[in-house]
């Protein structure tokens, strides 16, 4: 039986709803072997409740938030695209479908109202039941991002250089222009990653888990030049570091993000990065590693395939079509 749903929207969180919120997305999580909101989310929730332009949507029963959607209205050219997860034990009453129509209707309202506005929806894990609700309310199947892993217990060769090319750490102060210089050439066509500011970047150096000596950058010796880098992750650190409350499984390393300067492709340049970048999670006692890649850049699955990665879960992007 569908229950009537009422969904409130907030333009902006209290720090008692941040914390609301992710709650919930543990609860979700937990139960779908996928956590339901994407890193640039959770972390625009912790620092301050969200983007000044994000629609914040909820669902509660009896007091309790059982439902959440979070609605990003920053794109003007791919239009708005949400999260949205609701708690397992409210599941089949309805929550999703009108979290989901009120996310359309934000996406509608932010397009001037003449048209149905463009809205991407992301549903992490590719749990069958997101995309049922999916395609019934009208969306296509889009875009596909693989998270990939392997061991770091098997061999990891070594990094071998271009000439003239040397890896350093980065320093924080001295080269956040550069890098996000860099990664935007290096990301020019990328939807996302291409985009970030300084203060994207800085958001991200304000977690627990950031190390400048797993940010790996890649310099021209002759000149300093920053030609690529490899900056790496590990979730759910030793107690104490910040995050392991936050997970529920042994520390991880991630190829956060690895990006080499359209000048410098063809050179190896980006094999020895992800090599550097394992080696230094291997050094860190881990076990294993993973990245994030859409499926069809074919040539890094390709190459992390030809370092071991494995495709471990998916990640689905659907559209509406206007």
Partial sequence: MTAVVRVQRNDRLTADEVIEVLDLMRAAGDADGAYPLSEHVVLHLRHGGGDVRAVHLLARHDGRLVGYAHVDTTDPVEGASAELAVHPLHRRRGLGRALVTEAMAVADERAGGSAPGRLRLWAHGDHPSASALSLSLGFERWRVLWQMRRSLRTP??????PHGVSLRAFRPGSDDAAWVALNAAAFASHPEQGKWTIDDLHVRMKEPWFDPAGFLLAQRDSDGELLGFHWTKIHGAAP????????????????????????AHGTGLGTALTLAGLHHLRSQGLDQAML??????TSAVALYRKLSFARWVTDVCFRRQV
Wanted: aromatic residues 6%.
């Fill in 156 to 161: 990891i060769s070594e990094p071998a250089l």
């Fill in 240 to 263: 104490g570091a910040g995050e392991a409350s936050e997970h529920a499984h042994e520390p991880i390393g991630e190829v956060y993000v690895l990006g080499v300067a359209p000048s």
């Fill in 292 to 297: 994030y890649v859409d499926e069809s850049n």
